[in-house]
């Protein structure tokens, strides 16, 4: 292994690791390329439920007993490494937010992801204004339910506002437009770090009243469905079937798939979604979730579509760590998991990830073995051929003539020649079967050498283990038997990643 695939690329902080209800613990995170060293507008933040405190409380532990003449630079810590220019760990935070952090990446808009940068964002004006980017669907939720001169002045610089932050509306997907090879579809949102965005499913609302996808037909979202149609939304060459829900067919059953309907079903589930965060130089990447639900009994199964485009990273090895909700052990029955995950229905995924690894894995091989077949190929071709005499052929006749019918018969003299491969004959019905098959029993370890970092952990608040300690060990448990090979961590605040 060489230093270029020892040698760390990305960090990610972890600023809050929590689901609530404890409020100075809720999610977020801070990301950077190592190789742009602490520069301004370096770092983004991926959602914010608390920022600036949890910032200053990470120096705070970190603070030498003695202060050094500003400008010194941390030893321990999260922030090791970076010079810091005040005397305090409350200015020197406001500094890493003001300075430091360029963008803030939001994965949905419920307060436990967006407080903190919500209330910090009036208190540093800096001399830019802050970026915040997300799909379009949350950057109108924070348009219209937050920074609405209601419930928050409007600090963006749309619709007259003060002019502090700017959103950035992404695409779902990537953009086409943008990038090539591996960075196809990532726009840079910062110095060093590229992006890409999906969309994923967060469960309904808890309100009584049946239940529509966010992706029903009365979404004007691109590549709407009709939440009665489960089946054609999954995926249909994905490693693990799943079972339909019985109530998404309730309508048709009832009274047809033409039959008018008494009452229009509200649109109501709620969308989160995930980033893929790429370091420009190396490649290297991780994977943040938001709030996401399990594939197998979301009303929009959209999960599928991550693990899809996580499997070739992995196979890689560009894909390190996947940071991913799992907010209740597996004594919360499903119908109060709110559009959350729990170590059953993780590991659910996880296994669907791993067959798409697989996937990918053959697939590799398969185009490794198709070069190689073709070069052989190409070689042949360089070799001299002998036609061979024949008294039968005595008027002149074209070569494709003679090359066919020296193909149509045995018996006729020639050179041993390797494999020629042609367009309808690279693949064999077993190279086929190969690629497409998915993990056996025996395909274990398909994610050896992920870390499955666990965030979003919801407190009890009660005497006993803590809640994290029962999920590790529901997920260690779960993994004796699946044998994925892939390392499960309970994420704490202050927790500090080098991938």
């Not at 070569?399 to 042609?422: R, Y």
Request: proline share 8%; with cysteine; hydrophobic share 35%.
């Amino acid at each position: 292994m060489n230093e270029d695939e020892i040698a760390p690329a990305l960090q990610v902080i972890v600023l809050g690791s929590g689901g609530g209800p404890d409020e100075s613990n809720t999610t977020a995170f801070l990301v950077r390329s190592v190789a742009q060293e602490w520069r301004k507008g370096s770092i983004i933040a991926v959602d914010a439920g608390v920022h600036q405190s949890s910032i200053k409380q990470l120096l705070q532990d970190a603070w030498p007993s003695e202060t050094p003449k500003p400008p010194f630079t941390l030893t321990t810590g999260p922030f090791a490494g970076l010079p810091l220019p005040c005397d305090s760990p409350r200015a020197n935070a406001a500094h890493i937010s003001c300075s430091l952090v360029d963008s803030i990446l939001v994965t949905h808009p419920h307060l436990d992801h967006i407080s903190g940068f919500v209330v910090n964002t009036a208190g540093f004006p800096g001399t830019r204004p802050k970026k915040v980017a997300a799909l379009p669907s949350t950057i109108q939720a924070l348009k219209t339910h937050i920074f609405n001169n209601v419930i928050w002045p409007n600090l963006s610089d749309e619709n007259n506002g003060a002019g502090l932050l700017t959103y950035l509306r992404l695409v779902e997907g990537g953009s086409p437009a943008l990038g090539d090879g591996e960075g196809r579809g990532y726009s840079e949102i910062c110095d060093g770090l590229l992006i890409k965005a999906w969309s994923v499913s967060h469960g309904h609302c808890i309100e009584k009243h049946s239940h529509r996808g966010s992706a029903s037909s009365a979404s004007t979202r691109w590549g709407s469905h009709d939440a009665s149609s489960q089946a054609s939304r999954r995926d249909p060459h994905g490693p693990t079937s799943q079972p339909l829900r019985a109530s998404s067919l309730l309508g048709q059953i009832t009274f047809g798939p033409g039959s008018p309907q008494p009452e229009q079903e509200k649109v109501c589930v709620y969308d989160s979604s995930a980033y893929f965060i790429q370091d420009a130089a190396t490649r290297r990447e991780v994977l943040i979730f938001g709030d996401v639900e399990p594939d197998s009994i979301s009303l929009s199964p959209r999960n599928y579509q991550i693990w899809q485009e996580a499997a070739p990273k992995i196979a890689t090895g560009n894909l390190k760590a996947i940071f991913i909700e799992c907010s209740y052990d597996d004594s919360q029955c499903d119908d109060r998991l709110f559009g959350h995950l729990k170590p059953l229905y993780l590991m659910q995924e996880l296994q669907a990830l791993a067959g798409h690894v697989q996937l990918a894995r053959n697939t590799r091989i398969m185009e490794s073995e198709s070069k190689k077949r073709k070069r052989m190929g190409s070689v042949a071709d360089e070799l001299p051929h002998r036609v061979p005499s024949n008294p039968g052929l005595e008027s002149p006749v074209s070569p494709k003539t003679i090359k066919a019918s020296m193909v149509g018969d045995a018996n006729l003299p020639g050179p041993d020649t390797p494999h020629l491969s042609t367009p309808t004959a690279e693949l064999s019905l077993r190279d086929l079967e190969a690629a497409t098959s998915y993990p056996s029993p025996s395909s274990t370890k398909q994610l050896e050498g992920l870390k499955v970092v666990i965030i979003h952990v919801k407190d009890r608040l009660t005497d006993g283990p803590p809640v994290g300690d029962t999920i590790l060990q529901e997920l260690q448990d779960y993994e004796k038997d699946a044998q994925l090979g892939c390392e499960f961590i309970i994420s704490q605040k202050g927790h500090s990643f080098y991938l």
